[in-house]
């Protein structure tokens, strides 16, 4: 089981920037990685950024353009940075990640999950 912890998350002013991390018990080279926030009450989350075992990634429309995601394989952690953040972006972020070796869908990479860090952005 690979366990993911988060850190990173905060008050800031809206345009505002803030960088997430996770850490992974596990390597992270060559598995699918993902970011989702969940708002109280919603059970699914939206996935915000994913990078996927091949390196590709994907955003949600509401964030392209000022979420970054990536990650460093040597230290096995995740991050997303995130930039010009909106009060729609407050919400409590997770980590999450899936199976080694595969091409991840979207549930696929809800394997494991952390225990998520809260972002506020307000003015």
């Known amino acids: 089981e690979v366990q993911v912890a988060e850190s990173g998350g905060g008050s800031v002013q809206i345009g505002g920037s803030l960088r997430l991390s996770c850490v992974a018990s596990d390597f992270t080279r060559n598995r699918c990685m993902a970011w989702f926030r969940q708002a109280p009450g919603d059970e699914r989350g939206e996935e915000v950024a994913?990078?996927?075992?091949?390196?590709?990634?994907r955003y949600a429309d509401s964030v392209k353009g000022r979420f970054t995601i990536s990650k460093d394989n040597v230290r096995n952690t995740l991050y997303l940075q995130m930039d010009s953040l909106k009060s729609d972006d407050s919400s409590k972020y997770y980590c999450a990640a899936g199976p080694a070796f595969i091409y991840c869908t979207t549930n696929a990479v809800r394997t494991y999950w952390g225990q998520g860090t809260q972002v506020t952005v307000s003015s």
């Open positions: 994913m990078i996927n075992n091949d390196d590709s990634v």
